[in-house]
């Protein structure tokens, strides 16, 4: 009888040929190279947030059309649904890509040149690869590197010397355009990317390449925010970003990472997590019907299992953390400030999606809202009255945001947090069921010291996102706000972290605000407490054993009452 192979997990391996021949783990994806195939239009535009799968993908294109390996084409594809169903185009063209992720960006200067080297590199490795399809290949390399031809004009020579068919991969085409937006070098965009900057040049020539060698190009990348800038220069490409039959293409369905963990050997008593809610949720299409796990949330996750034996320690990525500079970047104007907090606040926002725009726009709510649904921070949730609602994708993205606001609150406010006194009070909470040292420290250490800025947005809302943050940091609870029981919602439900199996108290907590200008009244505390009981009916909450519930009342930034 024989055992069943198990594979390896390709984290962090983005080269197809690596993950084919050395036994790792592959989600068969290559349906889609038939379905891109079948375009009318050969140069094509398709973007995701990031780590989410576009490098491997993009190997995987170059892989298959490249006609110097023809004669690993069965070893690669055969068993895949491309190398069953091969297409006319399979193996028939020279590859020549493109990777814009480590141009230099911190002066006018040093971007020009450092964009130049680097197209100059990549047209010499291009030559080097397919020297039998150039009458006078070393003749040209010559040249390049005595810099007879440089930059922009190494493409042209590239493409008026080749015998053959190009096929152009881009990716991370955006890269430096994200660079100089979170530098706030604006000016050194619009020197590079518009009028008869280096980057719009590199765009032309392709566009000239496209009418005689250039046969195919396939562009990638977070953002569409050059895309307004380039239409001029590069006006060809098809956008199927948001085309439903290419929600799927990256990422996992559910079944999808089913098959990962058979593949790869995870042992299933070791999640004790709820996947679905801490990493799935993504949508591209409001048509579409599959939700798309985060492939390198997964991968993150099943690694630790895979390696520890045992449940994993740290459920979220701490790369994911990267995002909170990225927002904090973003966020350089009060109205953007605005729009994230009142996401955050509810969760989601309704707003069109932009297919395009320039860096110009991002001032302007709507565009910024479509730059944090394609930078991942939002996704699709429904369809709503000619518009969409966006909502936050999944758990681990919510601590993203909370983290943010936390972040802008200390940098406001000027304090900092006393992790031997948090973790005393979180202690209280757990093990003691008691939420009184908890709520002092909060009010002690970060609400009392919130600027009248804050106190604006200062309502339930804000506060529970504080607790929030705060009570995720501690490690001791997952915490989970809008808990839906059909009773109604609850505004935070601290769940027992699968970590902290000894944790004694699960909690709920139903927050009021007031002003401090106003005194409390009999009612308005009834009001508050009777809600509390309608939690204890709930099929959600009915059977958990050691649930403490607590109704605290906040009046201004200094005042508290708890009522258990």
Known sequence: ???????????????????????????????????????????????????????????????????????????????LYIGKNPTPRKNSYAMMEFDFSGIDTHTPDIFRNSFKQ?????????????????????????????????????????????????FVIIDEYDHFANDLIAMGVNEVYKEMVRSNGIVRDFYETLKKGAKTVVDRIF????????????????????NLTLNKRYNNMLGFTKQEVEQLMDETGVNRDFINVDMEWYYNGYLFNKDATDRIYNPSMMIYFFKQIIEEEKIPEKIIDDNLKIDYG?????????????????IIKDEG??????????????????????????????????????????????????TVFWEYIMK?????????????????????????????????????????????????????????IMLLNSLFQSNVYVP????????????????????????????????KYFKATKKLTLSQREHAKSQLKNYNGSYHMKDKKDLKKAVILFVGKNKYEIFE
């Open 1 to 79: 009888m024989n055992s069943k192979i198990i594979k390896r997990l390709p984290y962090g391996n983005a080269n197809f040929e690596s993950v084919m021949l050395e036994n790792f783990a592959y989600i068969d994806k290559t349906k889609f190279i038939e379905q891109l195939e079948k375009e009318s239009n050969k140069a094509q535009f398709f973007i995701r947030p990031r780590k989410f799968g576009k490098s491997l993908f993009f190997s995987t294109l170059s892989c298959y059309y490249d006609i110097n390996r023809e004669v690993q084409f069965q070893k690669l594809f055969g068993d």
């Open 219 to 238: 562009i990638t990348g977070i953002s569409p925010v050059m895309l307004d800038d380039l239409t001029s220069g590069f006006n060809t490409a098809e």
């Open 480 to 511: 989970v706000s809008e808990q839906e029981t059909n009773n109604g919602y609850i505004d935070i439900y601290l769940m027992r972290s699968p970590l902290m199996p000894q944790v004694k108290y699960e909690w709920i907590f139903e927050l």
């Open 349 to 398: 926002i309704v707003s069109q999606i932009v297919s395009k725009f320039s860096i110009d726009a991002l001032n302007q709510n709507e565009y910024f809202v479509s730059l944090l649904f394609y930078l991942g921070l939002l996704t699709i949730d429904k369809p709503s009255f000619g518009n969409v609602h966006l909502r936050i994708p999944n758990y681990s993205i919510k």
């Open 408 to 464: 802008l609150a200390k940098e406001n406010a000027g304090f900092t947090i006393n992790t031997f006194e948090l973790e005393r009070a979180t202690t209280a909470l757990a093990m003691d069921g008691k939420a009184q040292p908890f709520i002092d420290y909060i009010v002690r250490n970060i609400f009392s010291r919130l600027s009248n800025q804050d106190l604006k947005n200062f309502d339930e809302k804000y506060i529970k």
């Open 326 to 342: 990225r927002i904090q970047r973003l966020t350089y104007n009060e109205a953007n400030r605005e729009t994230l907090l009142q």
């Open 118 to 166: 680097y197209i100059q590199s990549v047209v010499i490795q291009f030559i080097k690869n397919y020297a039998s399809i150039f009458d006078d290949a070393q003749e040209i390399i010559n040249d390049l590197r005595n810099h007879k031809v440089e930059g922009i004009g190494a493409l042209s020579v590239a493409f008026q010397a080749t015998k053959v068919k190009i």
